[in-house]
């Protein structure tokens, strides 16, 4: 056995994606390194949250979207 690799996902496309199938008024939770790209004709910013376990980690961000 070795490590399994998974093909990075295409970020951008999975946010769409979920915008897609979202009501109005609903919510996406995104746990990530980054701010996800999203156009603000389908989602909107409404929070973010820092997110660290302790020093020498990676910090994460918990980023709140809303569907418009």
């Not at 199938?21 to 996800?36: S, Y």
């Not at 389908?42 to 820092?50: A, F, K, M, N």
């Amino acid at each position: 056995g070795g490590y399994v690799r998974f093909k990075p996902l295409d970020k951008t496309k999975v946010v769409k994606e979920c915008a897609k199938v979202l009501r109005p008024g609903g919510h996406l939770v995104w746990l990530d390194e980054i701010w996800p790209q999203h156009t603000k004709t389908e989602l909107r910013t409404v929070g973010h949250i820092g997110l660290w376990r302790s020093t020498m980690h990676r910090v994460r961000a918990v980023t709140i979207l809303e569907r418009v």
